[in-house]
């Protein structure tokens, strides 16, 4: 508002002084000739002249049946009579001229004398006054470069999160809670000798509501919360992070309680000496005095630093002891009751038909963060007004799921017969190995409608949210994924074979590797983890650390990854062929509405099957 202020009180006075400036300029259509004594003289002697105008040594002579004025500058101290009597004129003609003398005010006066002088002068001061306004302010900026640029969210904010704004993640919060009692009631800790934890560390994936999570601590607490993140502190100048740093802890301290919030604290936190720079580069240095500033705190002074990341694993093990981040909350993905609370809390402000499930958008949604699901109703929002409709429907979230999952669809794709025919019996290959193999998800929806990169897809979500999977889950699986290649392989041939299995391919090997690999499903090779060079050299550890195994075990891996395929490949097309008149009915019916729904898709295979699948699972359990 200052500057508003000080710009518009510039402009003002700038534009008065333009404005005197042109007072002095004529401004008529026909401006005044400059002429001689001389010519006004013998205009005289004519008889031409109506009137002239005498003002200190400036004469403005009109003449008769003419709009043309003259303009003429005598010398000072002279009278118009006697100027003309000089010349010559008759005294006769002389009392025929309208004479009107014109005092000249001390303001035009001085201001005429003046101002040609001041002009530059003027001139050259506002130009220095700019040019020293303009330093300042690049030494404040200066100045202020070691100060820390933290967001500042006051208690009083209107806009502040509680615990209210965020839907599961129970564990996480009750952990939270003790801190904002300790913030609220800090001497009855100190009564009882507790320490309430100088830093907390929050761990999740992506999306999962960390940052979330700390506003609403700070909300709750109703202290000042000041939030940064880790790649602010870094710059190219040693020191400036540091710096940074302990302005940032000053003032918390200043306004304790309060909580720091450091986002994305891997960007800083990293572990130290590993090759990433020397031992005195930046990110170090500012490592140094985050350690520093925690381990120096006070530890009932009122100041808590929550931190997130989603790499907890290259943090420096400095960070992690007791006595710096001495809580460490892990934040997982949610779980169908979570996501529906979620839903629920996303939803609000949104119209909504009465037919939306917010329970199944739940079920067809695992692995979706907090940050999906919102962005999920937010991609069904924008499709209803594409739609020109008022109201989000079920139809507009379930379409916005598969929008999410796999891009939008490529309606406008031009196919020819025989690569829609081919792409119906991949996805029907995926659908009918899926549908008969008990371990693998329910099927949703069979479309051949390109989405993304695929140009049709098969979706399979579980009906309850899968922690552990199984040998047998994995090997069913493992067949669903080859049910379109066994497929296009079963009905055109080897010679026809395309390139539209090439990604099941790939996914197939990653799930037989990881088998035999990481989860020790291999009864050759035992209950072993190899590790894997796709985890590749990571802060400098040693890459030959990474391949613990011979090069003899290395081909015993290749040949257990191909004895898992091999038998993918036989279980699905036993599964095909002994279904292929359904297999044939759903491809009938995919040719010719694209996309079938998993009720329709229930029908043609019939819901008796499904139901032995159903209670087969039931009796396992």
Known sequence: MKNL?????????????????LSFVPMGKNEP?????????????NDQVDSVDVSGDQLLVSLKNSDTKLKIKKEPGQSFTEIMTNYGVDSEKLRQVNLQIKEQSGFEYWATLLLPALLPVLLIVGIIFFMS????GMNNKTMGFGQSQARQQKPDDKNKKTFKDVAGAYEAKEELEEIVDFLRNPKKFDEMGAKIPKGVLLMGSPGTGKTLLAKSVAGEAGVPFFSISGSEFVEMFVGVGASRVRDLFNKAKKSAPAIVFIDEIDAVGRKR???????????????NQILVEMDGFDPNLGVIVIAATNRPDVLDPALLRPGRFDRRIVIDMPDIKDRKEILEVHVVGKPITKDVDLQKIAERTPGFSGADLANLLNEAAILAVRNAEKQITQKHILESIEKVMLGPEKKNRVMSKKEREMTAYHEAGHAIVGHFLINCDPIRKVSIIGRGMAGGYT???PEKDVRYSTIA??????AMVLGGYVTEKLVYGNDQLSTGPSSDLKKATQMAKQMVMRYGMSEKLGPRMYADNEDLIFLAQDIHEKKNYSEKTAEM????????LGGAIKLAEKIIKENKDKMDDLVKVLLEKE?????VFGQIMGDKIEKEKEDEKKEEK
Do not use: C, P, Y
């Not at 202020?5 to 510039?10: C, E, Q, R, S, W």
């Not at 889950?473 to 493992?478: C, T």
């Not at 891996?557 to 898992?564: F, G, K, M």
């Open 595 to 599: 996309t079938v729904e998993q009720d």
């Open 557 to 564: 891996i290749d040949d257990e990854i191909n004895v898992l």
């Open 459 to 461: 979706l399979s979500t």
């Open 273 to 287: 000496g590993a090759g990433l720079g020397g031992s005195h580069d930046e990110r170090e240095q500012t490592l």
């Open 33 to 45: 000739e400059i002429a001689t004594i001389n010519r006004l003289a013998q205009e005289v002697s």
């Open 473 to 478: 889950k994995f090997r069913d699986d493992l």
């Open 133 to 136: 306004r303009q330093m300042q």
């Open 5 to 21: 202020i000080k710009n518009f009180i510039l402009i003002f006075v700038v534009l008065l002084v333009v404005a005197g400036l």
